[in-house]
Nanobody
Framework: QVQLVESGGGLVQAGGSLRLSCAAS?????????MGWFRQAPGKEREFVGY????????YYADSIKGRFTISRDNAKNTVYLQMNSLKAEDTAVYYC???????????????WGQGTQVTVSS
């Protein structure tokens, strides 16, 4: 079992920045999982944002956020981060941390979810 707890969401003006954190815990070997982020805007389906390999640190991103968002991790703290810059109103969503397996097509197949954290970007 893996438990994921997000933090760092909030209200920010367009063009601003936020950093989300996801702390992972549980009786497991975290190097077995890739860690990533998804988001869900009101009235829309949950969409992939990006993920990072636990070993090696290679990252993959959705085209919609590429160049603006950066995923990193601190293995010693079992924590993954999502740095979001140049935020736009359309980035408003609940952001979910996920742990899972790589699909092989540059996305993540989640096995575990966090509870989500709200990010609101005002225009």
């Amino acid at each position: 079992q893996v438990q994921l707890v997000e933090s760092g969401g909030g209200l920010v003006q367009a063009g601003g920045s936020l950093r989300l954190s996801c702390a992972a815990s549980g009786r497991t070997t975290f190097s077995n999982y890739a860690m990533g982020w998804f988001r869900q805007a009101p009235g829309k389906e949950r969409e992939f944002v990006g993920y990072i390999r636990w070993s090696g640190g290679r990252t993959y991103y959705a085209d919609s956020i590429k160049g603006r968002f950066t995923i990193s991790r601190d293995n010693a703290k079992n924590t993954v981060y999502l740095q979001m810059n140049s935020l736009k109103a359309e980035d408003t969503a609940v952001y979910y941390c996920a742990a899972g397996r790589e699909t092989g097509w540059g996305t993540l197949l989640p096995g575990y979810w966090g509870q989500g954290t709200q990010v609101t970007v005002s225009s």
